[in-house]
């Protein structure tokens, strides 16, 4: 397997717990002892809980319970025991994960009757608690059962305040626990009235819907769960894991977002060699000759693969378009498009194809897709406008991953999917959007929400632009580059609305605002950039008003800092080896200069000791890469 399990410290302590009475409460306390979970049942046997956080309310008594669970049950027993593990990723924002819990399992029976328990599996970590709920085989497997509502509550001391969107790709707004427009999305990251943060997650959706957040009429400032439908399955059976992060600062969500991958299942692909992370550049002519000329820009640039999208196949929402065979939407372009020709001159160059499909020729297609394309040569496949939330759905898109590992192809999932974690069991799913990025032409305040909420779930496909002229309308140049390095995606697509000089302009509604790429020097930073990490380091943050971000990558470190305001940034190096000496490469916004992108560019000698001090501009960033000196200049980027 090669998600390599390293065994640092394993305990395991089992204790089991018979109650005298259905009343007695029990606790599970995180490993650093400052999360205490609590579990109790009421007199007519409905389950609560509560969270503290050091020693303070993060969750007041709450409801837990499916259908049929919410009342009448009886505790059997409770089981303990820790764990400390670590394993390696074959890529990531970290290349180890420290796996770290103390757990407890509770068991409840129902009228009595043991032949059907229920139990609620609780981990305590240092970043957070985690629960869902188990259906045990017991005597009757494959018994059938059905969830029609999940009782579970998060009840919010005092008057908090929640970053909420209603929509994957929407924009957030800071509400009171008293109104929303709508069902939050998750992550939802919640800011209480003494200033502590808690975030509300789901992780391991698979075999079940979306769970979004709603506000319970009846109990002021309680959260409830909001089922995308009905779920039904056959025992044995878990639920997906509610997630309940704290911290004193909304940065260490961040900095603790692995823990939605620990709560899934370890790879199932044994060798994932040819799962290959880099920088990709979309073909938007849909001509042989562009994508040539995408796969030329491409090598030069140390980007690894290029991108048809919508098109390349016929109309996309049309459902006689097959993608079986090419044949170029008119609309978007007037061709020719020799797919297998473009296909064999990356693979002489090193550059791998990747294809757009949408989801109804994907819901068609599908079995048939994968072993063509494999077959063709591509690389990967960005699936387009995907159904999600109820449990079928969200079934068949991960099952469709699942079946794209076996023909070795990578994915993208695009449009509203947010992920739970699926990428450790599948690290074929290098990506996914649900993430408000350029296409919508956020500024950097609202780049500041997502960074803050959104990538607490994983990695989002942010669509990176440059020379468009949208740049100047979201921020600048330098917070492009900055947003790079800080909105983590494997597959990090870059010039999204840009191409090649030598690529064809053409007439087609994908390409008529397409910005022609300047060989620059600015281009050195996105050609030295990679997409994944040995470590990641949360400098500072405040929820849409400023981000630093550091990052290495073997020996290099890359630092991108976001503001929404005008600010001093004071970046101190202490992350560095102090044993050696540096060269920082500073990319930063200049309204004084006469270059296109106004990108000042200019190296200084650092270590470990140095503080840095910059002023940014309102909607300004600043980038730096930061070398040994004995460091070559470029890299693949990967």
């Not at 769960?225 to 025992?235: L, R």
């Not at 040994?628 to 470029?634: E, G, L, M």
Request: hydrophobic share 35%; proline share 6%.
């Amino acid at each position: 397997m090669t998600f390599l399990k390293i065994l640092s410290c394993f305990i395991c302590l089992t204790i089991s717990i018979r109650p005298p009475h259905a009343q007695q409460a029990t606790q599970l306390t995180s490993p650093n002892g400052n999360l205490v979970y609590s579990f109790s049942l009421s007199k007519d046997g409905t389950p609560h809980y509560s969270i503290t956080y050091r020693q303070k309310p993060l969750i007041l008594p709450s409801t837990l319970g499916l259908s049929g669970w919410e009342k009448g049950v009886v505790l059997s027993n409770v089981v303990f025991s820790k764990q400390d593990t670590s394993w390696r990723p074959p890529y990531g924002e970290r290349s180890l994960v420290r796996d770290h819990y103390k757990q407890m399992i509770i068991t409840l029976f129902r009228d009595n009757d043991k032949r059907s328990p229920l139990r609620i599996l609780v981990r305590a970590y240092n970043a957070g608690i985690a629960f869902r709920y188990v259906f045990p085989a017991a005597a009757n497997a494959g018994t059938a059962v059905s969830i029609k509502k999940d009782f579970t509550e998060f009840s919010i001391p005092g008057n908090a305040k929640a970053w909420v969107t209603t929509t994957a790709q929407g924009k957030y707004s800071l509400l009171a626990l008293d109104s929303w427009p709508g069902e939050a999305e998750r992550p939802l990251v919640i800011q209480l009235s003494d200033g502590r943060y808690l975030c509300l997650a789901e992780a391991a959706v698979v075999n079940y819907c979306r769970t979004k957040y709603s506000l319970d009429p009846d109990k002021a400032h309680t959260i409830r769960c909001a089922m995308s439908g009905d779920v039904n399955f056959v025992t044995p059976y878990a639920t997906p894991w509610r997630v309940v992060m704290a911290a004193e600062r909304p940065g260490e969500f961040l900095a603790n977002n692995d823990l939605l991958l620990n709560l899934n299942l370890p790879s199932e692909i044994e060798n994932t060699s040819w799962i290959k992370p880099g920088k990709v550049i979309r073909e938007i002519s849909l001509t042989t000759t562009g994508g040539k000329a995408c796969i030329d820009f491409a090598a030069r640039h140390h980007l690894r693969y290029i991108e048809f999208d919508a098109g390349w196949y016929g109309p996309e929402n049309n459902d006689a378009s097959s993608a079986l065979a090419v044949n170029v939407d008119p609309s978007r372009s007037p061709g020719p498009l020799n797919l297998q020709d473009v296909i064999n001159y990356g693979k002489s160059k090193g550059i791998g194809v990747i294809l757009y499909v949408n989801q109804k020729a994907l819901s068609k297609q599908l079995d048939s897709i994968l072993p063509l394309f494999e077959s063709w040569g591509v690389k990967g496949i960005k699936f387009g406008f995907v159904n999600v939330g109820p449990q079928q759905s969200n079934s068949w898109l991960l099952e469709a991953v699942k079946k794209a590992a076996k023909y070795h192809l990578m994915v993208d999932i695009h449009d509203e999917y947010r992920p739970t974690g699926y990428s450790r069991t599948y690290p074929n799913l290098v990506t996914q959007e649900g993430i408000r990025g350029d296409e919508e032409s956020p500024n950097n305040h609202e780049v500041l929400v997502t960074l803050f909420t959104r990538m607490i779930a994983g990695a989002g496909d942010q669509t990176n632009c440059y020379f468009a002229p949208r740049v100047d309308k979201m921020g600048s140049h330098a917070s492009q580059m900055a947003k790079a390095i800080c909105i983590y995606s494997p597959w990090q697509f870059i010039y999204w609305y840009d191409r090649p000089e030598d690529s064809p302009r053409q007439t087609g509604v994908a390409n008529t605002s397409a910005s022609v790429i300047q060989e620059i020097p600015d281009l050195r930073f996105y050609d030295a950039l990679p997409t994944v990490w040995n470590d990641s380091k949360v400098i500072e943050g405040k929820i849409g008003e400023y981000g630093t971000i550091a990052r290495r990558n073997g020996n290099n470190w890359y630092v991108g800092s976001l503001t929404a305001g005008a600010r001093t940034l004071i970046l101190s190096l202490d992350f560095l080896d102090k044993n050696r000496q540096y060269e920082a490469t500073v990319y930063s916004d200049d309204a004084s200069l006469t270059t296109p992108t106004k990108l000042a560019i200019r190296k200084i000698k650092v270590t470990a000791a140095s503080i840095l001090r910059m002023q940014l501009k309102r909607m300004n960033g600043v980038a730096l890469i930061i070398r040994p000196f004995f460091s070559s200049p470029h890299s693949r980027g990967n």
